[in-house]
């Protein structure tokens, strides 16, 4: 294992860890589901919204907090989601919610 590669773990409704190397361990707790219809595709909605984010901004926190909102839009249908959210509606989610937990060393 290279000493840099980024390590994702997704964790259900427990949100996400992330680690790089030694020195870098974040965590985000997710969002809030009312009503979970059904979990199919929604790591793969994960996948899509954390390199949406992380590719654009280049940081890990903001990768994990559209992955995991991706993920709170897909867990709300039955069935694999047929589309993904648009821009707007996980900007929405992303921005008025704040870290449930965060951390660095």
Not at 15 to 39: C, I, K, L, N, W
Not at 64 to 90: E, F, I, Q, Y
Not at 95 to 104: A, G, I, K, M, Y
Request: one cysteine or more; proline letters at 3%.
């Amino acid at each position: 294992v290279a000493p840099d590669m980024l390590t994702v773990l997704k964790v259900g409704g427990d949100g996400v860890r992330a680690s790089r190397g030694q020195f870098f361990r974040a965590s985000f707790g997710g969002f809030p589901v009312t009503m979970v219809e059904d979990a199919t595709g929604a790591g793969d909605a994960f996948n899509a919204g954390f390199l949406h984010a992380w590719v654009q901004s280049k940081d890990v926190m903001e990768g994990l907090k559209w992955g995991c909102a991706v993920g709170a839009h897909c867990v709300r249908v039955v069935g694999a989601c047929a589309t993904l959210p648009s821009l707007d509606a996980v900007t929405a989610l992303v921005q008025h919610t704040t870290t449930l937990s965060s951390s660095t060393c």
